[in-house]
């Protein structure tokens, strides 16, 4: 602690205050039955986390990215992605009890449930691009099928992320496009997509009890349906661009399952949860 | 009913009006800037949802511009700091009833952007193609449409960056979402 000088009075603190409350406001989970609950808890989970870990891989080019742009750029789609992902832990807290703090960073490794898309680790700025390409078209699909959720508090946060997400598959598409062209970019992105295309649709892994979640109307269509539209749209504009569809059609059924955490996963939580484990409950 | 004590301006003090209270808010809440952007207002900025009033109680809802803000939660304790006093009970709150779209921006708000040198969002288009065209960004400075995208993301989430060919200026335009 510095010393006050003599007379002056100790600074305020309210500013920091409101840091620590949640964003998303209050709902009523009285209309939802406790397996409905459940299963809605299970998809949200699912979505947390894959924009919490794309968010923290994102961070990793921030200082280190090709140009000072991108620098910009991935420090910037790092902030949205968390952001939507602090949103989404909040809901899970809301329908569970916890908080989203403890849910974001108080897990073990192998407690998360991001799609395998975001088990490789970073690599080079072609790879970082197919993988956010493949992630952000897939997104865009998973959206959709929720923009009219009959579960109003994610109907709405839907709305609001699916603006923000145009603006990150549009800069990828700018991406794809320009590295697309020949050369070493065109021969890096083709092998990124081919490390990558196992795990191309490992997003729409089925949901536990999605059955109910299609009933209720909260999701619209089932997993497998919207892997199959990503499928389709994949293949169409790669063609497009002149790169070769690395192979068969990936399965999407095993996209979450894992015995533990890769390694490269690992690593990276080792990064986001080191502030967490040094001093628990610390707050900034 | 409860309310502010207001001069009538025309009659004076003679005859004191009665400003309702919803409307003294709306109006402190003109003072409240963006902390990114001072020029504008957070009612400018269309950020503002609703206001509801009740006995003893002020309550302001706020649409974040973009979820990721870190600028939000510093805009919901400066509007509860200037409505300080307005009722025992006051709170903002963000809300996501409906999403903030750059069509929020009033036509005021276009005006303060523009003199602070930003470009001002450009309408939206209501077809929804999976990768959409940006929208032509007129320079604030001299108006050319000869001006191209240095990049989608700029120093805050909802900004991006433009270079003006014509005047060879560099100026952020505020994103269409």
């Given at each position: 602690?510095?010393?006050?000088?003599?007379?002056?009075?100790?600074?305020?603190?309210?500013?920091?205050?409101?840091?620590?409350?949640?964003?998303?406001?209050?709902f009523d989970i009285g209309d939802l039955d406790a397996p409905t609950r459940e299963a809605l808890s299970s998809?949200?989970?699912?979505?947390?986390?894959?924009?919490?870990?794309?968010?923290?891989?994102?961070?990793?080019?921030?200082?280190?990215?090709?140009?000072?742009?991108?620098?910009v750029a991935f420090s910037s789609l790092a902030q949205d992605e968390i952001g939507h992902a602090r949103l989404?832990?909040?809901?899970?807290?809301?329908?569970?009890?916890?908080?989203?703090?403890?849910?974001?960073?108080?897990?073990?490794?192998?407690?998360?449930?991001?799609?395998?898309?975001?088990?490789?680790?970073?690599?080079?700025?072609?790879?970082?691009?197919?993988?956010?390409?493949?992630?952000?078209?897939?997104?865009?699909?998973?959206?959709?099928?929720?923009?009219?959720?009959?579960?109003?508090?994610?109907?709405?946060?839907?709305?609001?992320?699916?603006?923000?997400?145009?603006?990150?598959?549009?800069?990828?598409?700018?991406?794809?496009?320009?590295?697309?062209?020949?050369?070493?970019?065109?021969?890096?992105?083709?092998?990124?997509?081919?490390?990558?295309?196992?795990?191309?649709?490992?997003?729409?892994?089925?949901?536990?009890?999605?059955?109910?979640?299609?009933?209720?109307?909260?999701?619209?269509?089932?997993?497998?349906?919207?892997?199959?539209?990503?499928?389709?749209?994949?293949?169409?504009?790669?063609?497009?661009?002149?790169?070769?569809?690395?192979?068969?059609?990936?399965?999407?059924?095993?996209?979450?399952?894992?015995?533990?955490?890769?390694?490269?996963?690992?690593?990276?939580?080792?990064?986001?949860?080191?502030?967490?484990?040094?001093?628990?409950?610390?707050?900034? | 009913?409860?309310?502010?004590?207001?001069?009538?301006?025309?009659?004076?003090?003679?005859?004191?009006?009665?400003?309702?209270?919803?409307?003294?808010?709306?109006?402190?809440?003109?003072?409240?800037?963006?902390?990114?952007?001072?020029?504008?207002?957070?009612?400018?900025?269309?950020?503002?949802?609703?206001?509801?009033?009740?006995?003893?109680?002020?309550?302001?809802?706020?649409?974040?511009?973009?979820?990721?803000?870190?600028?939000?939660?510093?805009?919901?304790?400066?509007?509860?700091?200037?409505?300080?006093?307005?009722?025992?009970?006051?709170?903002?709150?963000?809300?996501?009833?409906?999403?903030?779209?750059?069509?929020?921006?009033?036509?005021?708000?276009?005006?303060?952007?523009?003199?602070?040198?930003?470009?001002?969002?450009?309408?939206?288009?209501?077809?929804?193609?999976?990768?959409?065209?940006?929208?032509?960004?007129?320079?604030?400075?001299?108006?050319?449409?000869?001006?191209?995208i240095e990049n989608a993301f700029g120093p805050t989430l909802c900004r991006a960056i433009y270079h003006c060919?014509?005047?060879?200026?560099?100026?952020?335009?505020?994103?269409?979402?």
């Amino acid at each position: 602690m510095t010393a006050t000088p003599e007379g002056a009075a100790a600074p305020e603190r309210r500013a920091t205050r409101r840091l620590a409350e949640p964003d998303l406001p209050h709902f009523d989970i009285g209309d939802l039955d406790a397996p409905t609950r459940e299963a809605l808890s299970s998809l949200l989970l699912t979505m947390a986390d894959d924009e919490f870990v794309l968010g923290f891989w994102d961070s990793e080019w921030t200082g280190i990215a090709p140009m000072l742009e991108e620098d910009v750029a991935f420090s910037s789609l790092a902030q949205d992605e968390i952001g939507h992902a602090r949103l989404l832990y909040e809901m899970l807290a809301q329908l569970r009890g916890g908080n989203a703090d403890e849910l974001a960073f108080g897990r073990h490794a192998d407690e998360y449930h991001h799609c395998h898309l975001l088990d490789h680790p970073r690599t080079d700025w072609a790879f970082s691009v197919a993988r956010r390409w493949l992630y952000d078209t897939a997104d865009a699909v998973r959206l959709d099928a929720l923009r009219y959720s009959s579960f109003a508090p994610l109907a709405q946060v839907v709305e609001k992320i699916r603006r923000e997400e145009t603006y990150h598959l549009m800069h990828m598409d700018v991406w794809m496009r320009r590295l697309a062209q020949g050369g070493e970019p065109h021969d890096r992105l083709e092998k990124a997509l081919a490390t990558l295309w196992p795990d191309a649709l490992s997003m729409f892994a089925s949901v536990p009890d999605e059955g109910r979640l299609i009933d209720e109307g909260i999701l619209a269509s089932t997993m497998s349906d919207l892997a199959e539209r990503q499928y389709e749209q994949l293949s169409a504009v790669l063609v497009n661009l002149g790169l070769s569809v690395p192979g068969r059609r990936p399965s999407s059924e095993d996209g979450r399952d894992r015995a533990q955490a890769s390694d490269s996963f690992r690593w990276l939580w080792g990064e986001f949860t080191m502030v967490h484990r040094l001093e628990e409950g610390a707050s900034w | 009913m409860s309310g502010l004590r207001a001069l009538d301006p025309v009659s004076g003090a003679r005859a004191p009006s009665v400003m309702p209270l919803e409307q003294a808010v709306w109006a402190a809440l003109e003072d409240v800037h963006d902390p990114e952007i001072p020029a504008i207002s957070v009612v400018d900025l269309g950020v503002v949802h609703r206001v509801q009033v009740a006995p003893g109680r002020v309550r302001v809802e706020l649409l974040p511009t973009f979820v990721g803000c870190p600028a939000v939660d510093l805009m919901r304790s400066a509007v509860e700091e200037r409505l300080d006093g307005f009722a025992p009970d006051v709170e903002a709150v963000i809300s996501f009833a409906e999403p903030w779209t750059s069509e929020r921006i009033t036509p005021e708000g276009h005006k303060r952007l523009r003199e602070s040198g930003f470009g001002p969002p450009a309408p939206a288009g209501d077809d929804e193609r999976l990768l959409p065209v940006l929208p032509v960004a007129p320079c604030p400075y001299c108006g050319s449409l000869d001006t191209t995208i240095e990049n989608a993301f700029g120093p805050t989430l909802c900004r991006a960056i433009y270079h003006c060919s014509a005047c060879r200026q560099p100026f952020e335009q505020f994103k269409t979402v």
